[in-house]
């Protein structure tokens, strides 16, 4: 029966996961222009209020990429 409703099944996942990172890129181009805007106006509390939001961001998605998922037992 070849790849069938695996194949299917990681297709889906994919479409998911490209989705998912497409909407991470654009929050973080939004907190990054944000940080570039309190940068240029000297708001140096937001300066460190988005940082640290930058960070854990990373964090959380750096976390999530080790996590062992259904997706990676089927490969």
Do not use: C, I
């Not at 998911?16 to 000297?42: H, Y």
């Amino acid at each position: 029966m070849g790849k069938g409703f695996n194949g299917d099944k990681r297709s889906v996942y994919h479409r998911n996961f490209k989705d998912k990172a497409r909407n991470r890129v654009d929050d973080l181009e939004g907190v990054f222009t944000n940080l570039q805007s309190a940068r240029k106006e000297s708001r140096t509390s937001d300066v460190a209020l988005l940082e640290e939001q930058v960070q854990l961001m990373l964090r959380e998605w750096k976390a999530e990429l080790n996590e062992v998922s259904p997706a990676n037992s089927m490969l």
